[in-house]
């Protein structure tokens, strides 16, 4: 019955987690490029970019986790001029051309929980978009 | 209480075969939903590289029907321009299942009435997975 329930829990929980992880690296990727293109150095645009990216989360064509069917909530943005020293709010806005967003939701554990005691198990995804000279690209 | 030796074997072949049944029906419920799993990350990620192809292309000229179908090639076949006879990247999905809409700013990707085919039941696909990219024409991919 263990033997039975780990590959249940295998096929089913951990198949789940890989299409979460899917959905939301897609929506990071998209997320990241719409924060980048509006970077320009100057506060209003960094304060666009921080909107920029929760915007594909919501509206008619709202990118969805756990096979599309629940909203992505929990996003994260913060920006870097040199992509090691992330800021979530930089004082001055000038110089920072990297954006990341990170957005992580709980998967849920079903059958696993026989190993171990969780109902859910977090899943995140990250991207860096750049923007430069008028180019913005996925930089990761 | 016990019975003649023929009794038993005749019981233990029926607590067997029951307990077959039971292990088939689990099997095959694992399987099913596993499956359906995997094949609904295939649609994310073709969904997803149809959104980045459009996004990609420039807009608002006489080519933007030609770009459409190469984006409705890429997520069912893999290749903007397909062979002949090539196989769809998910059984029993066609062109007609994808939607892409163009806004001003991006460009969304979308699977429509589709049915996801997993041995004893169909999940429908409508409207998911869904992809938006914002326009960002002659950027690297």
Known sequence: MTLLLGLAGLGIDIGRMYVIRAELQSFTDAAALTAALQLNGTDSGLAQARTGAGRLANGPHAMRWDMGTQSITNIATSFSSDKSNWQEQPSKAAGFRFVRVVATEPAPVIFLRIFQPLTSTNVAAASVASSQEGSVRLVQ | ?141
Do not use: W
């Open chain 2, 1 to 141: 209480m016990k019975g003649t030796r023929s009794a038993e074997a005749g019981s233990a072949l029926i607590e067997f075969a029951g307990s077959l049944i039971l292990l088939a029906v689990m099997f095959s419920g694992i399987f099913e939903i596993g499956y359906s799993f995997y094949t609904y990350g295939e649609l994310v990620s073709a969904v997803r590289a149809g959104a980045r192809y459009a996004a990609l292309q420039p807009r608002g000229t006489s080519a933007d029907p030609i770009v459409a179908k190469a984006v409705r090639n890429l997520v069912v076949y893999g290749d903007p321009a397909p062979a002949d006879r090539s196989k769809p990247v998910v059984p029993g999905l066609t062109t007609e299942h994808v939607e892409l809409i163009n806004s001003g700013d991006a460009s969304t990707v979308s699977v429509r009435g589709f049915a996801l085919d997993a041995l004893f039941m169909k999940v429908k696909l409508d409207g998911r997975p869904t992809v938006t990219f914002p326009v960002n024409a002659g950027a690297p991919q």
